[in-house]
């Protein structure tokens, strides 16, 4: 036995964390500015810091970790900056359950700086569990540089950012509509608003008109307990049902205030009875056509959801309450028309599941119209280009419509607002460092509550987490990223942010290209959730399969922007993927008897097997890398597979066993042996960036050099050029291989059983090539003996044939089967047969079945009928084809 040692069993819960263990103790994932060397930057989407690992952080990982290790291969100064989210609303919600209400506590008994040190000590015990999650799946990350949301110098940005745009004039203070959560007792940004379609109803209101007795207008609402907040009835200017009723002024029932009628063009003529009651105070549509026209905005909620005493009577009743209640006492007074079945999209909070609602309140907004036009046109010029294409039209579209950005939250853990309130004179002062004093009037002054929604932090990530606003050397070399690699369903909230952050801040773009994926959905398409019960822990598929199976699945069942359907029959089937290799690279050890690790071929020792491996892989070296440049990762996957299964594994190996096991083969055997490994250590390097563990462990047991995988050069094409034309006639070697054997198997033929291949040649280029290498076919195609045929030759009678490009291929069927033993065999199979069709017949004719069985069910029977039939008419024309014999 050779100095190489064999490989055991392939075991990956074995394998995987001694090797991240190592990659990390020799800081392989770690670089140094080196301005020598051109960069390679990714920015890890901050996960949170609350987080568990879900199948879209695998994806989203598995991806980045591809093009990073790809990149670090091929010799560029990578750096791939990881990071958590302060998560403000998740976190304090977190600490709020899970620890607080525990001991029978709230916020309020701590205060807020006793609970802010409670969650920094929540976060030091618990919050970094996804970090070790994400390191469990393979991810390249520098860990060194590690970042977090509310770090001092990501702080210190934050605040630079807040200032610089409050100067600008770019960020104000003001009451304006938000999305309120009553249990959470914030502003939520968009995103954190789940919307789904509920079943509801419309209920049909009549609203007296003032001094026209028994003159009512009907209006249709989903929402009457809001009624109380009604400041206008809207109707469409062309909607000429109500022409005459547009100036005139109605009643609001149970208030008694005096409201207009109003012409606005949003109105649809085709909802409800075309008029619409406007409550400014609790619709963003109604808001908007307040401030079109000038109308008030009256809040009749408290921040709890109860209804505050602008309700009236209904004072102190919850949203659902006072609904009822409302809708009751309308039916009393005869004001309520008829209720509709409606169904509509309600928004929900995305942490507690509490009914959003829509209130006015005072907050701190971003002017986004200055900041969206140049993130918009630096698109449209393709400084930044969407992989797929197709989701520039996402981030345009929704530039193109932006509203004003509430950016407070009313919460106590986060980037706390740095304005503050003068107790005496009343100036507000924004300031960059804290202040004790008025800078006005010298009088105490207090901070605003709030913090900032978690967005606005997250906005800066490209450049903050580098340093800014510190020119640092990070930020000089690696900035503008590379590429930024996250789901679709981002692309408003995060991408854009940072995009017209980075253009503000650092006048250049944050990042090249955009790579968007979709989300993993479960087999069936449906989206992963609690409330499914589908979700698919990646841990568990990890502890089962390996990250090398989960990671490979995830990237091959991935279009870029397309939703994937997650299989479990697909992890097990690359768990076996990364076995075959295994088992190829422990039968390429094992016949290293005697290598020399000096020995390179000459052109004249290559066989033509040799040739066509050769051809093959460096055709797949190119097609690896164009895949991998161009973003298509799944294509790259696949090539990568296709390559190391069929042509290594299937074909080249067997072709090489005959040379490997002459002891005596010299030359020859030093050549089979030099392809092997050669081509072997290549291959793992080409599949290193997608199953990093597997391909780490096999190559050190190969001869190589350099400490690593990790840091191995991409590969390259082999120094031997010039083969299309060997490949080609292997190909051709090889079709007629599989021609045989797809043979032997329709004939049933035992595998054990050799027999004669009779070849007629009708492509003269390929007679020295079959006459030269006529022993393929008994390594492969089962021969005992290969004829080759003159173009006089008669050919064979009673003979089954296949035909490739330029060769017909011959078997002897007397030779191959026992005619009688296969009669036999078919009377039992097709006795087997009629006897399903039978039943399948009866059952189909069975009217009670028809008639209670699901369609799905009986198309199924229906389906499994034809396949019988089918299969008896192939049973019938095998049987008369053996009367040939």
Not at 685 to 704: A, C, D, R, S
Request: net charge negative.
């Amino acid at each position: 036995m050779s100095e190489y040692k064999n490989l055991e069993a392939y075991n990956p819960a074995e394998i995987e964390q001694s090797w991240y263990s190592f990659w990390e103790k020799k800081n392989y994932f770690h670089e140094e500015v080196d301005p020598a060397k051109k960069p390679f930057s990714i920015v890890l989407p901050p996960p949170n810091v609350t987080g568990q690992l879900h199948m879209g952080h695998a994806l989203d990982n598995t991806l980045q970790d591809i093009l990073i290790r790809f990149k670090r291969m091929q010799g560029y100064n990578v750096l791939w900056m990881p990071g958590t989210d302060h998560a403000g609303i998740a976190t304090q919600v977190k600490v709020e359950k899970n620890v607080l209400e525990k001991e029978g506590k709230s916020r309020y008994d701590l205060g807020r700086d006793e609970f802010i040190k409670r969650v920094w000590e929540w976060k030091h015990e618990y919050g970094n569990t996804i970090v070790k999650q994400i390191r469990s799946l393979g991810a390249s990350c520098d860990w060194s540089r590690e970042r977090f949301t509310l770090d001092d110098g990501y702080y210190k940005a934050v605040r630079e950012v807040f200032v610089r745009l409050y100067e600008k004039g770019l960020i104000y203070r003001g009451e304006r509509i938000t999305n309120w959560c009553p249990s959470c007792h914030t502003a939520l940004s968009d995103i954190e608003v789940e919307h789904a379609d509920e079943k509801g109803h419309l209920w049909f209101i009549n609203y007296p008109v003032k001094g026209e007795d028994g003159v009512f207008v009907t209006v249709a609402t989903t929402r009457p307990e809001t009624m109380f907040g009604d400041v206008a009835v809207a109707v469409n200017p062309e909607d000429e049902r109500y022409n005459a009723l547009i100036g005139k002024t109605l009643v609001l029932p149970f208030v008694e205030r005096e409201i207009p009628v109003i012409a606005d063009s949003y109105v649809d003529p085709a909802f409800g009875t075309g008029c619409v009651k406007i409550t400014p105070a609790h619709d963003p549509n109604d808001f908007e056509m307040g401030q079109r026209h000038n109308l008030e905005s009256i809040v009749v909620m408290n921040l709890d959801g109860t209804m505050n005493d602008g309700a009236g009577k209904f004072s102190g009743l919850t949203r659902e309450e006072a609904r009822k209640q409302v809708v009751n006492e309308l039916q009393d007074m005869g004001l309520l028309v008829k209720i509709e079945e409606h169904d509509h999209s309600v928004g929900h909070c995305s942490r507690c599941d509490t009914i959003v609602e829509p209130l006015v309140s005072k907050q701190w907004f971003v002017k986004m119209e200055p900041l969206a036009k140049p993130a918009l046109k630096t698109v449209q010029d393709g400084n930044i280009e969407f992989v797929p294409e197709r989701f520039t039209k996402t981030y345009t579209n929704w530039l193109e419509n932006i509203r004003d950005w509430c950016i407070s939250r009313q919460l106590w853990w986060g980037h706390r607002i740095p304005a503050w309130y003068c107790d005496e004179c009343g100036e507000v002062t924004v300031s960059r460092e804290d202040i004790t004093v008025c800078p006005h009037c010298g009088g105490h002054v207090t901070q605003d509550p709030d913090v900032l929604d978690t967005w606005f932090s997250s906005g800066l990530w490209p450049f903050a987490t580098m340093g800014w606003p510190e020119s640092t050397a990070e930020l000089k070399h690696w900035y503008p990223t590379s590429v930024l690699v996250t789901g679709y369903d981002i692309i408003f909230f995060w991408v854009a942010r940072m995009i017209f952050s980075a253009l503000e801040f650092m006048d250049e773009i944050p990042f090249k290209h955009v790579f968007i994926h979709g989300l993993v959905r479960d087999s069936q398409g449906r989206k992963m959730s609690k409330s499914l019960g589908n979700g698919i822990n990646p841990l568990d598929v990890i502890s089962e399969y390996g990250a090398d199976a989960l990671r490979f699945t995830l990237v091959t069942g991935n279009t870029p922007g397309n939703d994937m359907r997650f299989y479990m029959e697909r992890v097990e089937a690359n768990r076996n993927f990364a076995n075959k290799i295994w088992n190829a690279a422990k039968f390429v050890i094992m016949n290293l008897d005697g290598y020399d690790e000096s020995f390179v071929p000459s052109e004249d020792d290559l066989t033509l097997a040799d040739r066509w491996i050769i051809e093959s892989y460096n055709n797949a070296v190119e097609r690896i890398t164009a895949n991998l440049d161009k973003f298509e990762l799944g294509e790259a996957a696949a090539a990568v597979y296709d390559f190391i299964w069929n042509s290594y594994c299937d074909w080249y190996i067997e072709l090489a066993k005959p040379r490997l096991y002459n002891k005596e083969g010299g030359r020859d055997r030093q050549t089979a042996q030099y392809v092997l490994v050669t081509i072997l250590r290549h291959m793992l390097e080409l599949l290193h960036p997608f199953m990093p563990f597997v391909t780490e462990h096999i190559w050190q047991h190969l001869p190589h050099e350099g400490e690593s995988i990790v840091v191995a050069p991409w590969p390259t094409a082999l120094p031997f050029a010039g083969y299309a034309q060997a490949a080609a006639h292997m190909e051709v070697m090889m079709d007629a291989i599989k021609g045989i054997r797809n043979m032997r198997a329709e004939m049933n033929v035992p595998m054990g059983k050799r027999s004669e291949v009779i070849l007629s040649i009708t492509d003269d280029s390929l007679t020295d090539v079959i006459k030269s290498h006529s022993d393929y076919f008994e390594t492969l195609g089962w021969a005992d003996k290969v004829t080759l045929l003159s173009s006089a030759d008669e050919k064979p009678q009673n003979a089954t044939v296949t035909v490739v490009n330029g060769l017909e291929v011959y078997l002897l069927l007397k030779d191959l089967i026992d005619a009688d033993k296969e009669r036999v065999r078919l009377a039992k199979e097709q006795a087997t047969v009629q006897k399903e069709i039978a039943r399948l017949e009866g059952k189909l004719s069975n009217q009670g079945f028809l008639a209670k069985a699901p369609a799905e069910v009986v198309a199924k029977e229906q389906a499994k009928l034809a396949e019988y039939k089918q299969k008896q008419q192939a049973l019938k024309e095998r049987e008369e084809f053996l009367k040939t014999l």
